[in-house]
């Protein structure tokens, strides 16, 4: 008697009633409308306002300078402001004596560009010698910018392909319609604000694409695997429990990397300041798609457990005596 009373009652479908199932498909059409709302209005502030491209896709000036003892930034930038050079950036380079300092194009010879940064960059008591110096030209910064699309691009087109290989094309459509998503909103809250967008900016695409992948591949692994060992449930059933025994996952990955983005966004100084602001959006924008875009997608495409069987052709079956 106390055996059957502690034991709890199992479900047809393996899982016992003490397990909650959160049903996280009941907001699947209010959540799809939300993300067209979001992406639309990111594609028209993108198509509006455009973006404040850095001097990586403008062109500009890139110099390091060695100081012979720490330099203080705001001092540096001050420097620069009085001798001419305008709307300087300047960040550390491992150490606070060695700066990295990035302008636009100034009205300046090209040919005495290094001794007038050189003369302009001496703080009193503090000597500076310029080790490097570099000019970005706009047509440079242009390609560089049509190349930095094609990578992710490119980058959404082998997600796809993988995802397809990997589990299926319905899982895959979703997966890289997240992505694509979380990109586009990403970059439509950087069109609003008119933050800097450069190369730094670009890196965290990339590394939101990566995160917000590893999250589709979380959740299409555990749909995969429900759909195939469990019996008696309907696929969007199936999809909240595989979203739910992986909730616990993707709250903790998400909360870890938004306490480095944290850290790197007020200890990082500006050299990734925009870097971390765009892997802060993208890792709610990310965690959001990962749970409702590329899995709503598929069961709206007719998500079933027969997606996952291997079918075996007729001549390969056992015949029946």
């Known amino acids: ?35 067209i709302i979001l992406t639309v209005g990111s594609l028209f502030f993108i198509v509006t306002k455009g973006l404040n491209l850095g001097l990586d896709f403008t062109g500009g000036i890139s110099a390091e300078l060695n100081y012979k003892q ?28 060695d700066l990295l300092i990035r302008m636009p194009a100034q009205d300046i010879n090209v040919e005495d560009l290094n001794s ?44 796809l392909i993988y995802v397809t290989i990997r589990f299926e094309f319905k899982l895959a459509i979703g997966a890289v319609l997240s992505l694509f998503h979380d990109i586009i909103v990403t970059i439509g809250i950087f069109a609003m604000m008119q933050w800097p967008f450069d190369l730094t900016v670009l890196a965290a695409l990339l590394a939101l ?31 909240n429990i595989a979203l739910t025994e992986t909730l616990r996952r993707t709250v903790h990955t998400s909360m870890t990397l938004l306490l480095v983005v944290i850290a790197m966004m007020l200890m990082g100084g500006e050299g990734l300041h925009w870097f971390s602001v765009a892997m802060f959006v993208g890792v709610f924008v990310g965690t ?3 749970i409702y875009i590329g899995t709503s997608f598929a069961l709206w495409r007719g998500l079933n457990r027969q997606d996952f069987i291997v079918q075996v052709k007729p001549e390969f079956e056992d015949e029946i005596p």
């Open 116 to 159: 007038t940064l050189t003369k302009a960059a001496q703080l009193p008591n503090n000597p500076a010698e310029v080790s490097k110096i570099d000019s970005v030209g706009g047509q440079v910064g242009n390609e560089l910018y049509v190349r930095s699309a094609g990578a992710v691009a490119l980058a959404l087109v082998l997600m």
């Open 209 to 239: 694409i990566g995160f917000s992948l590893n999250d589709n591949i979380v959740v299409s692994d555990r749909i995969r695997e429900n759909f195939r060992k469990i019996r008696g449930a309907e696929p969007r059933e199936i999809v």
């Open 1 to 35: 008697m106390m055996t059957e009373n502690t034991q709890p009652k199992q479900k047809q479908y393996g899982r016992p009633d003490n397990e909650r199932v959160i049903d996280f498909m009941k907001i699947a059409l209010p959540a799809a409308i939300i993300s």
């Open 288 to 290: 959001y798609s990962s």
């Open 70 to 97: 720490a330099a203080n930034q705001g001092e540096v930038i001050r420097a620069l402001n009085d001798a001419g050079f305008k709307d300087a950036v300047v960040q550390t380079l491992g150490s606070n004596s």
